[in-house]
Protein backbone atom coordinates (compact mmCIF):
# COMPACT_ATOMS: atom_id res chain seq x y z
CA UNK A 1 0.00 0.00 0.00
CA UNK A 2 1.32 3.80 -0.72
CA UNK A 3 1.46 6.04 1.56
CA UNK A 4 0.24 9.46 1.15
CA UNK A 5 -0.97 12.66 2.77
CA UNK A 6 -4.12 12.87 4.29
CA UNK A 7 -6.13 16.31 3.81
CA UNK A 8 -7.30 16.90 7.92
CA UNK A 9 -10.72 18.50 6.49
CA UNK A 10 -11.07 14.48 5.37
CA UNK A 11 -13.74 12.88 6.95
CA UNK A 12 -14.22 9.52 8.60
CA UNK A 13 -16.75 8.79 5.73
CA UNK A 14 -14.42 9.52 2.95
CA UNK A 15 -11.50 8.36 4.48
CA UNK A 16 -13.12 4.82 4.74
CA UNK A 17 -14.36 5.16 1.44
CA UNK A 18 -11.03 5.50 -0.17
CA UNK A 19 -9.41 3.02 1.97
CA UNK A 20 -12.09 0.77 0.04
CA UNK A 21 -11.18 2.11 -3.46
CA UNK A 22 -7.25 1.22 -2.34
CA UNK A 23 -8.57 -2.50 -1.38
CA UNK A 24 -7.43 -2.13 2.14
CA UNK A 25 -11.07 -2.66 3.62
CA UNK A 26 -14.42 -3.73 2.44
CA UNK A 27 -17.32 -1.63 3.54
CA UNK A 28 -20.43 -3.45 4.95
CA UNK A 29 -24.43 -2.29 5.21
CA UNK A 30 -24.10 -1.41 8.51
CA UNK A 31 -26.49 -4.01 9.44
CA UNK A 32 -26.03 -7.49 10.89
CA UNK A 33 -28.20 -9.96 8.67
CA UNK A 34 -31.42 -11.67 10.22
CA UNK A 35 -29.81 -14.98 9.31
CA UNK A 36 -26.56 -13.95 11.65
CA UNK A 37 -29.13 -14.65 14.58
CA UNK A 38 -30.48 -17.76 13.46
CA UNK A 39 -27.73 -19.98 12.27
CA UNK A 40 -25.66 -22.01 14.67
CA UNK A 41 -22.27 -20.85 13.90
CA UNK A 42 -19.02 -21.97 13.60
CA UNK A 43 -18.49 -25.55 15.08
CA UNK A 44 -16.37 -25.24 18.58
CA UNK A 45 -16.53 -28.54 20.29
CA UNK A 46 -14.13 -27.64 23.09
CA UNK A 47 -16.11 -24.51 24.10
CA UNK A 48 -13.04 -22.87 23.96
CA UNK A 49 -14.55 -19.64 22.17
CA UNK A 50 -17.04 -19.04 25.12
CA UNK A 51 -14.29 -19.96 27.21
CA UNK A 52 -12.45 -16.92 26.19
CA UNK A 53 -15.44 -15.04 25.72
CA UNK A 54 -15.51 -15.75 29.91
CA UNK A 55 -12.03 -15.00 30.71
CA UNK A 56 -11.97 -11.46 28.70
CA UNK A 57 -15.05 -10.45 30.35
CA UNK A 58 -13.39 -10.29 34.19
Do not use: C
Request: net charge negative.
Amino acid sequence: MKKRKVDGKETERERMERLEREGVVKLGTGEIPDEFWESEGPEDPDGLARRYLIEDRR
